[in-house]
């Protein structure tokens, strides 16, 4: 072995490899992305309230003292739902995670030396429910023990609707069918760089095919890939971990066109993204710096109920994370009239992307 000969590819190798845009991102920019997300997201450096509605059909000193304690405690952002207002249409209409009621018989127990029964009420999966249900006790707990330091007299009752089965694979179906079509924009950040390189395009516009048609017959194959791989994830969440999901036929075609919604507009975006440089390493580093934090904070893996205020306010500025909530709230809970303006949004959202990636987008060489 000649250490020059060693030392000449050392060199040669190195002058390659940071050549290599790719290659620098996912050997240094990419571990510092996860570090960053992860670490925004799980360190527990700052904690954010997250939100509780509550209704007291019981006015009364003790059930607004305890409505006062829970507000004290600084762990909940207490909303006070008026008497009037139907508590279950709120919940499925404003897809709450959290509601506290207060029912009308609490204060005659309390007073007549029974019990305060309290109900946690909602929509939300199980990991934020248990979370929600243990911190709500804790505080009860306290209560009664400052207040007679002895057995419970508060006692809080849970009714969170948790899917059909309140099993945690219920909604990750719905997460991993957003990473699925978020796969899509992926698709075409490599394919417009690399139709673009091999001269197809110019080949394309030879045939008399539009832009608009090449486009739509992309989408049209992706949507009937997806549909397949959807189907794939569905089957074996239910046959293989048991998840239950609301399946009918008005569940069903909602679900497609939230799926078919999602493509056009993730789809365009890849377009967008492709058309940033006939590079091929350069747009993969841009389609990684969109589709990766867009993957950890639109909750395809985990909820983000917990993390910072400041990474719950960005995920509400990002198209994925109403695409999974839409699905969460057809396929888990059956609940499509919540979701409706959702979906328009959503609809109107990818014919704008649409419009601006066939303007935008052009057959000719760079």
């Known amino acids: 072995m000649k250490l020059s000969r060693v030392s000449a590819y050392f060199v040669l190798h190195a002058k390659s490899y940071m050549r290599s845009r790719s290659a620098l991102f996912f050997q240094i920019a990419f571990p510092i992305i996860l570090i960053l997300l992860f670490g925004a997201i799980f360190s527990g450096s700052s904690y954010s309230p997250t939100s509780l509605v509550i209704q007291n059909e019981s006015p009364s000193a003790a059930s607004w003292g305890v409505i006062g304690a829970i507000n004290d405690s600084g762990l909940f952002k207490v909303q006070i739902l008026p008497e ?193 440089s006939d590079n091929e390493e350069t747009v993969s580093v841009v389609g990684n710096l969109v589709m990766f934090p867009m993957m950890f904070l639109s909750g395809v893996f985990f909820p983000l109920s917990f993390a910072p205020a400041y990474l719950v306010t960005i995920s509400k500025f990002l198209p994925l994370t109403y695409f999974i909530n839409s699905l969460i709230s057809v396929l888990d809970y059956g609940n499509i009239s919540s979701v409706s303006i959702q979906i328009v949004y959503l609809l109107i959202g990818s014919a704008i992307i649409f419009a601006i990636a066939v303007r935008l987008f052009s057959w000719k060489q760079k």
């Open 84 to 276: 009037s207002q139907n508590l279950s249409q709120y919940i499925d209409a404003h897809s709450v995670q959290a509601a506290l009621l207060v029912p009308a018989n609490f204060t005659e127990n309390l007073y007549g030396g029974g019990t305060g029964v309290l109900v946690l009420k909602g929509h939300t999966n199980p990991t934020v429910a248990s979370a929600d249900y243990e911190t709500l006790n804790g505080i009860l707990t306290q209560i009664n023990f400052k207040v007679s330091n002895t057995s419970q007299r508060l006692v809080l009752s849970s009714q969170v609707a948790l899917g059909n089965t309140g099993k945690t694979i219920d909604y990750y179906v719905p997460g991993l069918i957003g990473f699925t079509v978020l796969s899509t924009m992926f698709n075409m950040v490599y394919t417009v760089p690399n139709y673009r390189r091999e001269r197809l395009f110019r080949q394309l516009s030879f045939s008399g095919l539009t832009k608009s048609e090449w486009i739509t017959a992309n989408m049209m194959f992706s949507f009937l890939m997806l549909v397949v791989s959807d189907i794939i994830l569905v089957v074996i969440g239910i046959y293989a971990f048991g998840a239950s999901l609301t399946l009918n036929v008005e569940t069903i075609l909602v679900s497609a066109v939230i799926i078919f919604g999602g493509l056009f507009f993730f789809t365009s975006v890849g377009i967008l993204a492709g058309l940033v």
